[in-house]
C-alpha cells in the first residue's frame, strides 16, 4: 500500500504561520465539503468505514492524531502531527481515526458532498466490496 501525503508550503514571519490550501494545485481533486473534529476524547477511535468513491485530505491542525488505513489486504498507521501536512486517503479505504492528543482538531476536505450511500460501514461488507472491485477488473483484464 502506497501512503501518500502531502507537505503543503507555509507562509510565514514574525507574526506567525499561514498554509493556503487550494483544489487542483495543493488539493489533487475539487473540494466539496471541509469538516473537522475536535474535543475528541483519550481512548477514542473514529471513523470505521470506507467510502466507495470518496476522496479525502486529512489535515490535524492542531496537536496529532493517528490514521490506521486499510486497503483490505494491507494496513499501515500513520501519524500526522503536522499542521502543514496533510494524509490523502483514496476511496476503497478503510480509516480508523485514533490516538488524539489533548487539543487535536482533524480538518478533511473531501472531493464531494455527504452522500450516506458512499459509505460502507461494516468491515465485512468493505472486504466484500473490495473483493468484488478487484474482481470486476480481473475480469476486464480477460477480455
Not at 507562509?11 to 487542483?24: A, I, N, P, T
Not at 476503497?92 to 473531501?110: T, Y
Request: net charge negative; with cysteine; glycine share 6%.
Amino acid at each position: 500500500m502506497q501512503v501518500i501525503k502531502y507537505v503543503f508550503q507555509p507562509h510565514g514571519d514574525d507574526r506567525g504561520q499561514l498554509v493556503s490550501l487550494e483544489e487542483f494545485k495543493d488539493i489533487p481533486f475539487r473540494i466539496k465539503r471541509v469538516y473537522y473534529m475536535y474535543d475528541t476524547g483519550q481512548g477514542v477511535t473514529r471513523g470505521y468505514h470506507a467510502h466507495k468513491s470518496l476522496q479525502q485530505i486529512l489535515v490535524c491542525i492542531h496537536g496529532s492524531c493517528k490514521i490506521l488505513l486499510d486497503n483490505g489486504t494491507e494496513k499501515k498507521v500513520v501519524p500526522l502531527e503536522k499542521p502543514y501536512e496533510g494524509l490523502y486517503v483514496s476511496n476503497n479505504m478503510w480509516r480508523e481515526m485514533f490516538d488524539f492528543s489533548p487539543g487535536a482538531v482533524l480538518m478533511v476536505l473531501a472531493s464531494a458532498l455527504y452522500d450516506e450511500s458512499d459509505y460502507i460501514r461494516d468491515y465485512d461488507e468493505f472486504l466484500a466490496f473490495i473483493k468484488d472491485a478487484q474482481d470486476v477488473i480481473s475480469d476486464e483484464g480477460e477480455k
